[in-house]
């Protein structure tokens, strides 16, 4: 649960102490890239310190940090390239918000990645865009910048023809698009709860559709907060983030507007579930009434009759009948025919 | 459903690859029609290339695309006319949002047509305005633009003596008059649920008012954007849209929001059946409830007065009188006469 | 029902194609009314072009049309008076929102009236607003304008010596006055409908209360869509309204909040019959279940006795004594006495 | 309520008619105090011309109308002091919202105080502010302003010695401080409904819910439009109030703004309330029911095994057993603790 | 409950009157820190005038003010670095939103502490920030400040390098990150509630969840309007708050925002929660229900069988018959059978 994570943990600790508040993972990776539109290296490093000879070049630097335990190179990466302690802290702190703050020097973009499985799961994703670097920083190895990396090594597309700006929109957009990808996965879910609503409503599908509703919510928050920050960058006129790149951003901003289209569909479609669930709930018992009802309206009277043949009065004329068991037993067998002609009259059968 | 469609087709590719992401369909139909005031003439060509001669002329050119499939003939269109590649990449991407995009040389306009047929279906009609031209896309053959084709080829109206952003208009104005249409659908589909509600409400109503619920959602939220694009093509000041042609989108505007004032107010209906629903089922049930309150209070004391004089004790005095039998069968009718005469004076009845 | 109007007669249609969309009438009646300070007078036409020598006089010049249909005259009174086709396409297209739109020449206004009597019932009134005339146009006779009219007969108030915004300002302040009608209709009919939910709901008030509803939302949408117009026009700065008369039109807009905040209270009021009516209805099943679980529950243990001594066996001692029968039936009360002063002491009774 | 009002009592009405709209009241009284920082004068006058002399003085003066029913005197008060005919129909028509106007030379307030007696009551006190006056009207005789008055006659505070804006400061400030009085007793009718619903819920309990909602609404929007109107006046840039002044109505907006939070809450805890007696009503039912089932379903089989034994078979051997009976009944017995055991075991009990 | 407290407590008393609207208590502390970089001391005072010699001084001055009944205390205080007396007023009602009040000579900051135990409880924090000093007034002795005051004790991090601002600053943080400790216990607390609603519901868990609820409302509140103070204070221009020392707001403005994000997803789930308990008491009460309905169906047809078997009549040939017993008795079992079976075709068991 979303605050399931120690919410507290820095509490009275000066501003920019940097604590690393996600899970700990042994791994760290700091990988460099460099090209331009006719270079392309690429490099592991072990220690921050030999990035120095690359801070100052012509072609584009992307340096990539995967896993963020290492508070300590993580300092130094920041003095090196004068990023402020607060942006450090946010860094390592991977339960922000995403959002764009623009420095003097750089732009800080924080962009969360979604997935579902049993459960929302987030990770932070941090990029720092300077003059002609961009840092990116995850919380643990994954694929999703793939893409990216196999474009600029095939020089598939315009990408390495263009500055810093565009990787950063490239890795944007990527995040972006992978939301779809969510969003299909909690299509299928939202399509299964729907089918068992309708067919077989299980007592425990409330809290399945209480717990989905909270993750769309989750992530609707996140995509509209994306959306807000996308917003801001359109309309904030940075030097980093050239003019002609602007319409490349104006896409993104477009694909996460769809985004949050489909999601609140979504929003809609699973809030009314509850109604078509206890609606479904509420025929069901409707139907048991209504057969209890009747099976019962139709001994009741019958069994008064058996009781009142079963009095013991010593003059009982029907008693001394030579059919008066019979007739009885029509009497009774009309009285529950009846019943029954009544209650399918009244269409209640 | 709207999240049924291969949402995540794209992710990790290029900006500005082209990939349809409509359904496949054989027709390609590539039309060219000029005018001017005293002119008129219509073509069917084979080839994007055919069209060169007509880019620079001074009549009015409408080209028309329909059928999207063929990517690589777009791909020249969008060249020969300068669009730029995320433009062509909307436009082959069928599920956009309704927008309007300014660039510096073209108006690219994205309007969605919505028809209602067991489900909504929507459609995407992509536009691209230039000084002289209007570039229209459709994903599959329709008569929606015939009347517009129809006043041109018989110059009815004054559409030969104005511009392409008149033309542009008749478009917009068409789209957005068909909106009425599919409101008249849903009028009807509307209509006749809720007389199914009030007369004999069927368990799976609620399944069918939430689907309608869904759709008219979808329908809104086209309508809305279609609403908010409007707006801002109507305060941009863009040199394609001259100044007197401007009353007529203020036109179009003003039936959109015709349109949402409708589509609110079935919003409002179709929620309000749910209420009329439930309260319908539920006094179906209380007056089943009542009837099997009735029945078995009365009888439940009549057996028990039964059972009394079934028990077989020695000494019981009654059961010796002559008049016992009938004493007792009056006496029974009594008390459920009583009770009948309680009940009514209750108000149950 | 709002949307049961044929909504699409008028697709594909050219733009400014006059065509009246509102219900056959056989009247049709152009008055004209001029006035100054110290003149009046009043006359009825057969053709609009009888009008031709009252276009530029000094006095102010009221220009009455009722009935609609005669689409040929209203468009000679168009030309006449240089009112753009849209415009007319709006008087005559009689299912407008309220709306105030600025020509270079005229300013157009489009209120709507309200009347209740087993549902809403709504009329368009266009008003054009020229230099020194004012037109207006009505769907059918009505006496709205009756005070207007005999003030300015009479030279009651300081009518005859303001211009002829001040008597645009003089017709909206009568159908915003004649608002406050329709809420008193409206009052009344919520106050009936509470007295009936508290005191014997009715199953069909669930509907009544959807029908209300509805009704209070399309007058909420006119009210609203009205108070906005009448903001523009505050704001607006037209040459066509005098600085000086812009504090009744502030009075006016003073009156409209006025009536949103009433029909705001009366919607608020209706949700909340719903509620009520629900537990009004829940409360008489529930007292309905209490006395059938009572009945039954203190005679279906007597019964039980009953049926034991009504068994057959041989050795069964209590039969054999002498007051066994009232000891049962002794018994047996005791049981039923203290099954009541246990639902008693619960409070179920 | 709010809508039993006649509300159209003034259609048709020439703008600037003066109608007194309140009940009609006996009293009117007509007083005048004037101050300065070392003087102070009170005096009570029959008509209005007597004011004459006091309409220019360097003294500040406070003119108080109580009652408003001669509509005459008002007339004349008006004319005396140049207030537009609008404003005096507003201070005679005693349904208006909280405002505040700016006129050339005044600024005309309309306040609205509400208290609480089995249903909500509002008076409206209008405040008309002049260069160096100020004129306050009232419907009937209050205390309201007592301590105003007090401070001035014993000059406590600094109140002599600032100027008619600081006078009119303090009458909104004694207004708004009036609505935390008001605030306390519907926090204790609260607090009752509260303790009732939890402890003994009554079935009109909804309706007296429904009631105290629709006037937690009504006070609402009075502060919300009080506080919307104060907003106004602090942006605004009137002569009439000094600068200096504006930090105590700053301190006013800032109580208005209290008000509301506190009013929000107690509609929340309202909305709540209805929650609650629904739960705590099904509870009670669901609990009355599990005793029926409980009775019901132990005897059931109990009555059915008596009435086995009670058949008239001439062979049933068990009949002819010695301890037949009483093994019957320890059977029944058994089967009677087993079926309560297993509801105990299901914690049905 | 928040309007528990007197709100009247100061109605009529005029503006700027000091009351102290808390809790008495005894304790009153009034200490002082001054630092520069490179000094620092800490001293306890008995009376403000003490304060004198400090109120000019180079060095960053922080006065604490604990417990604020002494009254005339903290009006000398006011008086001494001339502070209005409307804030010393607001100072001393404890009952005032967050709000931030920008003065020509201080910035007036309210903030509210929030802890919950049992309930929502919170405090006033008032600080008064000028030119070179800080003062701080708390209702109450806490442990709130001790990190900053530790930190500056022991020359942690920067802060004793920076101004007053940067104190101010800290307090601000340190409040918004104990909303955090405050999140988690709340976390808490919704995490027992959901487990129990999911378990074992009790009937009182809706009146928990209502006061949570309403608790959960009045934080959020809290924050919000923290939060819109916050922004306040990040777009107005102060000479007391440096350039600089913004960015440490805007971070303290982020870390408020994502407290609300949090907040708003607990009221969804709290809200959610009374969804989930309804849907968990009516399924216990349909399988009550259930077995009901099951086992009375079952017992009627058999107990109506037995009884035509208990009737006297003289001729029932069966009751001769030596095995009609036991043939009536697996006649019965046939019956039940068939029913149960019945039953779980239908899947009601």
């Known amino acids: 649960m979303i605050w399931k994570r120690r919410l507290s943990k820095k509490v009275g600790v000066p501003p920019g102490t940097l604590v690393y508040t996600g899970e700990k993972e042994e791994e760290f990776e700091l990988s460099l890239i460099t090209y331009s539109p006719d270079s392309y290296s690429e490099r592991n ?13 012509q072609t584009v630097t992307w340096i990539r940090v995967v896993g963020l335990h290492r508070v300590e190179q993580i300092e130094k990466l920041g003095e090196l390239f004068g990023i402020h302690p607060l942006t450090l802290e946010d860094i390592l702190n991977v339960h922000q918000r995403p959002k764009i703050e623009f420095f003097e020097d750089y732009i800080f973009v924080v962009m969360r ?32 910048f793939k893409p990216v990396e196999t474009r600029l090594r095939n020089n598939k597309g315009s990408i390495r023809k263009k500055g810093a700006d565009y990787l950063l929109y490239s890795f944007l957009d990527i995040v972006v698009d992978s939301y779809f990808v969510l969003l299909e996965t909690l299509g299928e879910v939202i399509d299964t709860l729907e089918d068992e609503v309708l067919s077989e409503p299980y007592p425990h599908i409330v809290k399945d559709i209480h717990l989905l509703k909270r993750d769309l919510n989750y992530a609707f928050k996140v995509f509209w907060t994306t959306r807000d920050e996308m917003n801001r960058l359109l309309r904030e006129d940075s030097s980093l983030i050239r003019k002609r790149s602007l319409i490349y951003y104006r896409d993104v901003y477009d694909h996460i507007i769809r985004v949050i289209d489909i999601t609140e569909t979504m929003r809609d479609t699973v809030s009314g579930l509850l109604d078509v669930y206890f609606s479904s709930v509420s025929n069901r018992m409707n139907e048991i009434m209504k057969v209890l009802t009747i099976i019962a309206t139709v001994f009741i009277p019958l069994t008064f009759i058996a009781g009142v043949y079963g009095m013991n009065f010593k003059y009982m004329p029907e008693l001394e009948w030579k059919y008066g068991y019979p007739a009885v037993l029509l009497f009774m067998l009309l009285i529950g025919m009846g019943l029954l002609f009544f209650f399918r009259r009244k269409r209640w059968l």
Chains 1, 2, 3, 4, 5 share one sequence.
């Open 45 to 57: 490093l072990e220690r921050v310190e030999e990035l120095m000879p690359f801070k100052d070049t």
């Open 113 to 144: 990645t979604l997935s579902y499985e049993k459960g929302m799961k987030s990770e932070q994703i941090s990029l720092v865009l300077g003059r002609n670097f961009l840092i990116s920083f995850q919380e643990r190895k994954s694929d999703i």
